[in-house]
Structures are given as C-alpha cells and as structure tokens.
C-alpha cells in the first residue's frame, strides 16, 4: 500500500504552495489534506484532525504562548529598551555590543526551554527595536536572532535531545552532556562572528557616542540597577528554577510570565493596553507558530503513511554506499527535510533509518546523534526555507526583507557548519562531558 | 463579512484570557507541589487544555491580522491584479476545503465527546473532554469562515483593478 | 490465487524502541509467515497512523486497520482495562500468562472489546515488572507519605488516596530532567531494560522493585469486529496463534534483556532495593480497594465488565499465590 512516488511528491506540491504565497502553514496542511484524500479516501479529514489533536493536547507546547508573553509585555512596556540601554552602557566598547548581549540572552534562555521558536520570538521582539534604534543593520540583526533563537533546542535541557534520545535509544543524560561543549562552541562562535564583523565594519554595529561614553560611572552603576539587574533576576527565576528542579521546563515558563508582569508593575507601566497589546502579539504569533508545528506533524504523518521512509530507504539502496557514505549523505537528507518540516518529524522519521547502520559499523551513537543534531539545527536556519525566518518574519519590522534575512543567516550558518566539523574531527567534544553524568 | 471578523476578535478575546489563566495554572501547581508539597491532578490537564484551545481559538484573528506567515517575494513580483486572483484562488480551492473537513471532523468530535462522556486517556483527574473539544471545533470553524473572507476579498480586489 | 488482504497496523512504539523489535515485529512476521502471504500485516510507528493515545480510535475510524497498542490508555474510558494494563499491586508475569490462556483472561478481554466497542481483541504480547528510580528509599509504607512520585491514571489517584503521596504527572520528555534536578522523587518510566537506555539510573540513586504501579501488563492486538468476522477461519487462526507464538517469543526476549540489565545495573553507582512486604502488601490491597470501587460505580452505570474481569482476576491472583507454594524460586 506504500507509494514511496506519492511520498516524494508531496514535497515540489508543498513548495508550488508556499513559492505561490500561501502561508507556510496553511500550504502544510493543505498538501497533507490533497494526498491524504489519494491514500485514506473519506476518511482523511479523520487522520489529519487526530495529528491536530495531538499538537494541541500536548503540555510542552503550552510554554510557547508563556515565552512569547515574556518577550511581548516586556517589549510593550518599554522594560526591554530600557534593558537593552543599560547593557549597551556596559559593553558600549565593544564591536557590535548590543548583537553580543542578545546572542547571550538567547543563550541563557536557551537553557529554559527547548521548544522552536520560543526564544527567538521572544528575544526578538526585545532585541530587534532596541538594535534598529542604535543603526545596526538590518542583515546583522536578523541573523543575531535567528541563529541565537535557534540554540534553544540545544542548550540542555531541550526536548529535542529527549525525543532524539529516545529514538535513537541512548541515555538521555549522557545526550544532554554530550551537547553540552558543541553548543557552548556554537554561541562561541555566533559571538566571535558579532564581534569580529563589527570590529571591521563598526557602521553594521555602532559603539557608543563619545557623550554616552563620559556618563560618569555612578549615573552608570544607577541606570544598571533600575534597568538592568530586575530583568535579570528574572532570567535567573526562569532558568534557576529549572536547575533546582522547582519547575519543569513547561512551568518555569510560567514563572517567567508571571515574573514580567510584576515587573511591569514595579516600573510602574502595567497599563490595560500594554496587557492587551502584549497578549495581542502573543496570540497572533503563538497561532502562527502553532499552526506550522500542527501542519508539520501532519505533513510528516501522511508522508510516512504513504512510504516517505521506504522512499528514503530505497534512494540510499539505490546508490550502493558505504556505511560511512550512507550517513554522510543521510546528514544531508536531514539538512533538506529541514527546509519544511520541524526537528522531531526530522528525528521520527531519518534515526530508524541510520540507527541499525551505526550500530552495525560500531559508530558512537552519541557522537553522531550530536552531529544530526547539529545538521539539523543548520537546516533550520538555512535559507531559502527555515522555520527560524518564518518565525522571524512575524516579529520583523517592515523595513527588514526576507532577502536581509536570508543573507543575515548565512554567516551564521557557516559557524554552525564550522561546530559541525570541530564535532566531527574531534569527538571528544561530544563524548567528553558524558563520563561525568551522574547523580 | 465584517460579522466573521468581529467573531475573530471575540474568539481572540477570549483567548487572551486564556493566556492569563494559563499564567496562573503553572504558578499555582509549582506552589502547590514546592511549596505545599500538595501537587494537583488537574494543573497539567488544564495546561494543555488552556494551551491548545488558545492557539485553535486565535489561528482565525491571527489571518486577519495577516499573522500567518508567508514567503511572498516571488509573490510580490507578479501584477497586483493577478496576485490577489491567485492568492484568491488558493484560500478558495486549497486551503478551505482542507479546514473545513477539518473543521467538520473537529464539530463531530465534540458531539461524540458529549454523547460518549469521553475523558482524558493518561490523567489522574481524567477531565471529560467536550469543552476542550469544542472550543476546538469552534476556533476552527472561526478560521475557515476567515479563510472564505480573505478569499472574498481577494477576488473583490482583483476585480476592482480590473474594472 | 487472490490478492492478499493487507491490515495497515498502528503501533505506540518508534521503530527502534524495544516493543517494537521484541513486539510489533515478530508478531507481523509470524502471521506473514504463517498465511503464507494471504493475510500481510504492515506495522506502522507511534505517530504515522495515530499518535500514541489514539489508536483505538484510529481502528474504529478506518484510519488504520488494525492496532499493537497498551490498553494502558483506555483505562480512564473503562476502568476494567486496569487489569490488562498493569493493575497497581496486580498479577505479575508469569502469573498473568497462566490467567490469560489458562485462567480465562484472553477470552474475557475479546468478549469485553467486542461488547464495549465493537473491536476482536487478542494478547499480542505480556509485559514485564517495571522499576522505580528514587531519590529517597522506601523501606515501609510511611515513607510514601509526601512522596513527589511521578505517576498517571488509577496509580496516582491510589497513592494520593491510600498513601498520601504526592502524585505529579510530568510528561515523557520531561520525566528524566524533573528527576535528575529532584523535581520529582520518584519517577516511573518502563521496566529496566528501557530504563537503563533512557539512563535513568544516572538520575537518581536508589532503583527500587517490584515497581508495583505495573506488576505486568498486556500489549493488545485490535482490529474491527466486522473486519475480523470478515475472515476465513484458517486465517483467523493464523492470527490467533501467531499472536499467542509473538507472546510466547517476545515475553522471553525482553524479559531476557530485562535481566542482563539487571545485572548491568546492579554492578554499577546505584543502590538497589527490594520493597519490603508491608509495602508490597499495601500496595496489593489498595489496589483491590481502588478496583472495587471503581467496579461498584461501573455496575451501577450498568456496565458491569469491571466487576467480572476483577472476580476473575482477582480469584486466579489467589490461586496462583495458593497453588504454587510447591515451585522452585530460583535464588542464591
Ligand atoms: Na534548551
Ligand atoms: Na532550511
């Protein structure tokens, strides 16, 4: 009943979709409903609806709205900006000192939470005023976010690593260890790459004025503790109360909610439409990202109903590798399926592929689930179709193009291909921490 | 048409305090279980309960307000005219009949939900269903009577600049 | 010679999870096998057909022609899967083989499916003892008071009612992190094979068994009962026996992984533990209390399946307690 050709076409009709400007989600589950009706007949409005339900009756998503509330109140009552000002006074002589200290933001709240798209979104809307109001480019700024947004899923603790885990049968722990150094690399570079453009070209990332430099430090020490230090005591109440073990990663992102409007309220600016205006954004963004997740697992389900693995399968047959051929062109594959579809149907439907070849030619598991991880975290992020641009793209201002976007990635990219290859040379860097895993 | 488009705000409205509840069901349970040591049964079913019905609910308001997003650079380079036939045409012919048989699957659901006194498959709380349902099934309906809207427009905008 | 009947089967296991290898494939193999091509059984994973909690409605449906599922996820539905789905303090392995082809378990879990929801029901697979992973020893009955244990369903209304526990549902993907970080006590998750993979025993110090919330449990094998009835005979036995075979196969298999991890486990940092009998004895009769109860409100509901499932159930649990005082328990 499998027909792998069907499968494989359901990706051009996708693209014919969205390239014809139909939303992104909208073009999933469209796709998913047209060759559902040719291999389940009547009944695949059921099927369909059954992974809708699925999406929405699952918890972790719940935090996606939370997140995207954090960064929405503390956009709209100007705590953001404020917060922004202050970190710009101290790292004001620094190249690019607003990209570093929204790239580390990303990094802790990546820490929080593992979901797509919840970090960047509610970074974004923080950074991307705060930036544009200093003159740093357009490009520069989209791929801060994009590519700081995207390491929620691999800074521990992420949901991602557990689904990977426990597709690919390995210890979870030692999963969140051993991604551990790569992403710290990860953020290592994406700062490097900040700093070092800036450094050459200071008009993408102004420095400070000379006036904004001579504020004398106790005006400085004033501002940092008005702005700066309430918001990152609650940086530290989301992510602390996950390491405690106060919260699981879902609830912290309440904590966090909460934490926003009290200090709202604290500075004053907890006003009926700053309420309404943040909550306004975080439906529309959370429905728009929702909706792409729900048209993902759809997609993914009719795909695999209709032999999209035994279309995989056979293209590898078909080609005759060898094992160590095999995975690199699987890295490969996962990099294309990473055009449109999310992380976890990437993860359900490649590690049954490649999980016996590993095993039988006695590859780490460990090691190579690192190396998917990234390659998949680079589709996300790589032009001209990406999750991370769709979610930017909600948030952009309207002077900001996809095309801005697109080439803002790339650099980005690049250093995500660099931790690839740092991974792949040296294992050490994926295998090392996991001795240490224990109790 | 300006009918859906109230009902689209109101359903967001609603939504809106669902956020807000939400807010307060996450910080409920972890006083409850760090604090008392007294977790509830029913804060996780609530959570994604309160999780799912406020994207459903809000996906109608989110077209609207053009919040779906697209990529509409190869879009933009076609005449106005034309982009507002195809874009027509897609709401029309693609996307609606999708959520609509969506929608109607949804609308049974809930009926079935009722009738059957359906309840949570893995909670302690075992919450009856149909609420969750059917506010489901009315978020969807919202967003395919948008999705007809948007695609009536689109055809009246196209016919405008033909005129 | 006519085209095969082909049966597309829904899982709630990933393709390289351990119930599908010791499972779902050597159950669709034998009856391949065994109709010599007639009747061919495709498995699909967890999430292709339906997501893991609605498979039975996926086969009521059409979705999917047929299922490999727990009935873990039925029992809030009907509280008589409980005893198909690891009842808290129930049968355990052995015990539940013995009942289910020699005690009348099987033919009143078909009778039940078929009456209830109109679905032909067979055993495809019996399922161990699962593990407990602890911050904090249980050494009697008042340490599970306050206990943050991560449980669901009939198991967490028990241990709040009779035990004064603190029962938290965490999800899946949340369980390891929640018990690595003390979010949790306790945590459940399958039995110890399964556990070692996930690295459980790296989150938490103390492994405690029997893990009592789930003595033993059954995986079922669903499809319509129009479609079953549908069958020429010859090929409903090749189902029937390829299912009890898988049964037989699958309940070495996995429980042979079971005990070289055990082993693995015990030689390692952890400290393990055996529930003392006051606890194992509680927890046995608090789950007869919950059962009772919950079978008292179903027959004044007018279904009384719970009641009949459990007076058997119940009875043969005696029996085999009774009746094997004379077999040899391996020990050293
Ligand atoms: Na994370
Ligand atoms: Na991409």
Request: proline residues 5%; aromatic residues 10%; hydrophobic residues 50%.
């Amino acid at each position: 009943m499998h027909d792998p050709l069907m499968a494989g076409l359901m990706f051009p009709a996708l693209f014919a979709l969205i390239l014809l400007g139909l939303p992104v989600s909208f073009s999933l589950i469209a796709t998913a409903f047209g060759f559902a009706l040719l291999s389940f007949g009547d009944i695949a409005p059921n099927q369909l609806f059954r992974f809708l339900d699925s999406v929405a009756s699952n918890p972790t998503y719940a935090a996606i709205p939370l997140f995207v509330f954090m960064g929405a109140m503390l956009e709209r009552s100007g705590i953001a900006v404020r917060l922004f000002d202050a970190m710009r006074l101290w790292l004001g002589r620094l190249p690019g000192g607003l990209a570093l200290a929204a790239i580390s933001m990303c990094a802790i709240f990546a820490a929080g939470t593992g979901i797509v798209g919840a970090v960047e979104v509610m970074v974004g809307m923080m950074a991307i005023p705060a930036m544009q109001k200093y003159r740093y480019s357009n490009d520069l700024i989209a791929g801060t976010i994009c590519a700081g947004g995207s390491l929620g899923t691999m800074i521990p603790p992420s949901i991602v690593v557990v689904v990977y885990a426990t597709q690919a049968q390995v210890s979870i722990g030692d999963m969140f260890a051993a991604i551990l150094l790569p992403s710290l690399l990860m953020v290592a570079f994406f700062l490097g790459y900040a700093l070092l453009r800036c450094a050459v070209r200071p008009q993408d990332g102004p420095p400070l004025a000379a006036e904004e430099l001579a504020i004398p430090l106790n005006e400085k020490l004033r501002i940092t503790a008005v702005s700066l230090l309430p918001a990152l005591a609650l940086v530290f109440a989301v992510v602390g109360s996950i390491m405690a073990g106060i919260a699981a990663p879902t609830e912290a992102a309440g904590v966090g909610a909460l934490g926003t409007i009290l200090l709202t309220l604290l500075y004053g600016e907890l006003k009926a439409s700053v309420l309404w205006m943040a909550t306004r954004a975080t439906l529309v963004i959370t429905a728009m990202v929702m909706l792409i997740v729900v048209g993902g697992t759809m997609f993914t389900s009719i795909f695999q109903a209709n032999g999209g693995r035994q279309l995989i399968q056979g293209f590898l047959d078909a080609m005759n590798l060898t094992p160590n051929q095999t995975i690199l062109v699987i890295l490969l594959i996962i990099m294309l399926l990473g055009f449109v579809l999310d992380w976890i149907s990437i993860v359900l439907i490649c590690v049954p592929i490649y999980d016996p070849l590993l095993r039988a030619a006695g590859i780490d598991p460990i090691w190579f689930g690192v190396l998917a991880i990234v390659a998949i975290q680079t589709s996300y992020l790589t032009p001209p179709m990406a999750p991370s641009l769709f979610y930017l793209r909600s948030i952009a201002p309207p002077d900001m193009t996809y095309r801005q976007m697109a080439f803002g990635v790339m650099p980005f990219v690049l250093c995500q291909l660099l931790v690839l290859l740092v991974v792949f040379l040296l294992p050490g860097t994926a295998t090392w921490l996991t001795s240490f895993v224990g109790f | 048409m300006k009918i859906i488009d109230r009902l689209s705000s109101a359903l967001a409205v609603v939504a809106g305090v669902m956020v807000i509840l939400l807010i307060g069901v996450m910080i409920y349970e972890v006083v409850c279980r760090y604090v008392f040591n007294a977790p509830t049964l029913w804060a996780s079913d609530m959570t994604y309960m309160l999780g799912g019905a406020l994207f459903v609910l809000s996906a109608a308001f989110a077209l609207k307000e053009k919040g779906h997003v697209s990529i509409d650079f190869l879009a933009q380079m076609l005449p106005d005219r034309l982009r507002c036939l195809i874009s027509g045409l897609l709401m029309a012919c693609v996307a609606l009949p999708a959520f609509t048989a969506i929608s109607w699957v949804a609308a049974n659901k809930a009926i079935s939900a009722y009738e059957r006194g359906s309840v949570d498959p893995v909670s302690a709380f075992a919450p009856k269903l149909w609420p969750f349902y059917s506010v489901i099934s009315i978020g969807l309906a919202a967003l395919s009577l948008q999705i007809l809207v948007t695609a009536i427009r689109d055809f009246t905008k196209a016919a405008q600049r033909h005129a | 010679q006519d085209d095969p009947i082909v049966w597309r089967m829904s899982s709630y296991a990933g393709e390289t999870w351990g119930l599908w290898k010791n499972i779902v494939e050597p159950f669709t193999n034998r009856v391949n096998q065994l109709s010599e091509g007639r009747l061919v059984i495709e498995p699909y994973p967890v999430g292709v057909l339906a997501p893991a909690t609605q498979n039975y409605e996926a086969v009521l449906d059409g979705t999917a022609d047929a299922a490999m599922i727990t009935p873990l996820y039925a029992v809030n539905e009907d509280p008589a899967n409980t005893f198909y789905a690891g009842h808290p303090g129930g049968m355990g392995p052995e015990t539940m083989l013995y009942w289910l082809y020699e005690g009348g378990g099987q033919d009143l879990l078909t009778e039940f499916k078929r009456d209830t929801l109109g679905l032909h029901s067979l055993v495809g697979g019996v399922v161990g003892t699962e593990l407990w992973h602890s911050h904090k020893e249980i050494n009697s009955v008042e340490d599970l008071k306050g206990l943050k244990f991560r449980a669901a369903g009939g198991w967490a209304s028990i241990l709040a009612d009779e035990f004064g526990a603190a029962p938290v549902f965490v999800t899946g993907s949340e369980v390891y992190q929640m018990l690595d970080r003390g979010g949790v006590d306790v945590a459940e998750w399958s039995g110890p094979a399964d556990n070692q993979i996930a690295g459980l025993q790296k989150a938490a110090k103390f492994i405690i068994g029997p893990g009592l919330h789930f003595p033993a449990g059954i995986n079922e094998f669903i499809v319509k009962q129009e479609t079953w009835d549908a069958l020429p005979d010859d090929l409903k036995d090749v189902v029937t026996t390829a299912a009890k075979l898988a049964v037989f196969e699958s309940y070495l298999q996995s429980g042979m992984q079971d005990i070289v991890a055990m082993e693995e486990l015990k030689a390692g940092d952890n400290t393990m533990e055996v529930l003392p009998k006051e606890v194992t004895d509680a927890i046995t009769a608090a789950g007869r209390t919950w059962a009772m109860a919950k079978a008292e409100e179903q027959a004044a509901d007018g279904n009384d399946w719970m009641e009949k499932i459990g007076e058997s159930y119940f009875a043969f649990q005696d029996l085999y307690a009774d009746g094997t005082s004379y077999k040899h328990i391996d020990g050293k």
